[in-house]
C-alpha cells in the first residue's frame, strides 16, 4: 500500500482516477486508514475464524467465508468513488487474510499424515514471509502503475 498511496492522493501523474472517471480526494489520515485497516481486519477475521470453522467446518470456512470476504474487498476497493469504500474494501481483505492465516494451518495440520505436520504447519507461515520478502525486492526495481 505504501508505494501507491501517492496515486491514491493524486500526487502522481498518472494516479488518483476511479473506474468512474474521477478522483478519490484522500488527505494523510485517510490515506494512512487504509494502510492500517488491513491489519485490523486481520486480526478480527483471526478471531472470527475460530468459531466460524468450528461450526462449518474448515473446509467450507476457507472455500466459502474466505472467498466472500476478498470478493466482497476487491469488489469495493474496485468500484470505490470515495475514501471510505476503500477502506472499507481494505477491511474486508483483512478479515479474509485472517481466515487464511487461521483456518489453513489447522486444515492443513489435520489433513497431513504424522510424519509431515509439523514441517507442513509451520510452512504456510514460512512461503507467506517468503512471498512478502520477493514482492517487497520487486518493489524496489519496479514501477506499480506502470
Known amino acids: 500500500t505504501g508505494p501507491a498511496l501517492p496515486s491514491l492522493m493524486n500526487r502522481t501523474d498518472t494516479g488518483g482516477v476511479t473506474v468512474w472517471g474521477g478522483g478519490i480526494q484522500l488527505d494523510p489520515q485517510s490515506a494512512s486508514w487504509i494502510t492500517g485497516l488491513l491489519s ?3 486480526l478480527v477475521g483471526c478471531i472470527l ?13 476457507l472455500l466459502v467465508f474466505t472467498s466472500s470476504l476478498y470478493t466482497i474487498g476487491f469488489l469495493l476497493i474496485l468500484m470505490a468513488f470515495n475514501g471510505a469504500m476503500v477502506q472499507a474494501g481494505r477491511f474486508f481483505n483483512g478479515l479474509g487474510l485472517g481466515f487464511v492465516l487461521a483456518v489453513t494451518s489447522v486444515y492443513i495440520v489435520e ?3 504424522t510424519d509431515m505436520r509439523g514441517f507442513l504447519g509451520c510452512f504456510v507461515q514460512f512461503l507467506g514471509s517468503f512471498g512478502v520478502l520477493m514482492i517487497f525486492t520487486a518493489g524496489c526495481f519496479l514501477n506499480w502503475f506502470q
Not at 475460530?50 to 470456512?61: D, L, Q, T, Y
Open 40 to 42: 485490523i481486519g486481520c
Open 49 to 61: 475464524a475460530g468459531p466460524v470453522m468450528e461450526k462449518f467446518g474448515r473446509r467450507i470456512a
Open 111 to 113: 489433513i497431513a499424515t
